[in-house]
């Protein structure tokens, strides 16, 4: 069984900056697609930024030019580098994995969940 272990979030002012981290641990053949999405109170989750195991980044246009994805192969472990935060930023902040496991089956695996807060 594979975990998401995420970290990084808290309580910060309108444009400073925040690093997620998420470390994948467990049993599984690959991780394929990394990425974040978010959750905001009363709001849909929507997705924040994406990077295939190549190094091919996606992000929302909301954070488009503010946020940066990354990941650490070796480490299994993917990074949110959130700079110039917004009020707008505000929300629970989900890791997920495309896993393979050893028997080449494939799932979507989601971490607990970070809480970010930018606020004055």
């Known amino acids: 069984q594979v975990q998401l272990v995420e970290s990084g979030g808290g309580l910060v002012q309108p444009g400073v900056s925040l690093r997620l981290s998420c470390a994948a641990s467990?049993?599984?053949?690959?991780?394929?697609?990394m990425g974040w999405d978010r959750q905001a109170p009363g709001k849909e989750r929507e997705l924040v930024a994406r990077?295939?195991?190549?190094?091919?980044?996606d992000y929302a246009d909301s954070v488009k030019g503010r946020f940066s994805i990354s990941r650490d192969n070796a480490k299994n472990t993917v990074y949110l580098q959130m700079n110039s935060l917004k009020p707008e930023d505000t929300a629970v902040y989900y890791c997920?994995?495309?896993?393979?496991?050893?028997?080449?089956?494939?799932?979507?695996?989601w971490g607990q969940g970070t809480q970010v807060t930018v606020s004055s």
């Open positions: 997920n994995a495309d896993i393979t496991t050893r028997g080449l089956r494939k799932y979507d695996k």
């Open positions: 467990g049993s599984f053949f690959s991780i394929n697609t």
């Open positions: 990077i295939t195991v190549g190094g091919v980044r």
